[in-house]
């Protein structure tokens, strides 16, 4: 008697609401971004993306807490990711300093666009690597930074230059080494804390209470360079702990082992 094979689980064809809602949130504010810095908003183009930021924190917070994880949204994310932190970010980097550079010949105007496209391609070879390494990388450790942190530094950098009056084309021959060394720490293999394990109980140490509100006050008086000096420091971090931690591996190899007398 013939017996019919075994029935693969039919796939869901409803999707989770609420956490893809906040990550169409988050793609919607990336999208107004580039709308914004077309317009020649700035402001308005770095403000959208660090509300991006804030949307995409939130939906894969809601999704572990709701236990409403999918593959659906892993991917959905991802795209989301990519245009609200690779492409926005890099077009307002262009529009706002990167394209006064054709002024100087052809070949600095090429560079300009290079730089912009750099950050951007990183940026989607950083989401790939990442996804490729999702349930086998250490969760307390991005390989690389982070996409929305490297957004997070270049939209500061520009909103730090615009409160302190400064256009693109004051500061054109830094912006291509801002946008290009974000987008090389994306791709390198510093590690970078990831705050997902963070915090480890519902209890945390009383400092903390004052610490965050002493930051809530300096962000309020000055949001733009608060989050420029948070962005470079974390961005730094990378670098200087790997190293730290590479020296002090060769520091214990190299360190003989003691003694032990024989009685």
Not at 3 to 19: C, E, F, H, N, Q
Not at 194 to 202: E, G, H, N, R, V
């Amino acid at each position: 008697m013939d017996t019919d094979p075994v029935a693969s689980p039919k796939p869901r064809r409803g999707i989770y609401l609420l956490p893809n809602l906040l990550t169409t949130g988050a793609m919607f504010a990336g999208f107004y971004a580039i709308v914004a810095a077309i317009a020649g908003e700035y402001t308005n183009a770095v403000v959208a993306v660090f509300v991006a930021g804030l949307f995409d924190g939130l939906d894969g917070r809601v999704a572990r807490l709701t236990n409403t994880q999918s593959a659906f949204g892993v991917q959905y994310d991802s795209l989301s990711d990519l245009v609200s932190f690779g492409v926005a970010p890099a077009l307002v980097l262009y529009a706002w300093s990167l394209k006064s550079l054709a002024a100087y010949g052809p070949a600095w105007g090429k560079l300009g666009w290079a730089a912009a496209f750099v950050f951007a391609a990183c940026g989607a070879l950083r989401l790939a690597r990442f996804n490729t390494q999702v349930g086998v990388a250490d969760k307390r450790y991005f390989q690389g930074l982070a996409i929305p942190a490297a957004a997070g530094l270049a939209m500061s950098y520009v909103w730090t230059m615009l409160d302190r009056g400064l256009r693109g084309e004051d500061v054109q021959f830094l912006t291509p080494v801002i946008a290009v060394a974000a987008g090389l720490l994306m791709v390198s293999r510093f590690r970078y804390y990831s705050f997902k394990a963070w915090p480890k109980s519902d209890r945390v140490p009383f400092y903390w209470i004052p610490l965050v509100v002493l930051i809530l006050v300096a962000l309020a008086v000055n949001p733009s360079h608060v989050l420029f000096g948070i962005a470079v420091l974390y961005a730094l971090s990378g670098p200087v702990g790997t190293l730290w931690g590479l020296r002090r591996r060769r520091e214990r190899r190299e360190t003989p082992p003691p003694e032990t007398g024989v009685s």
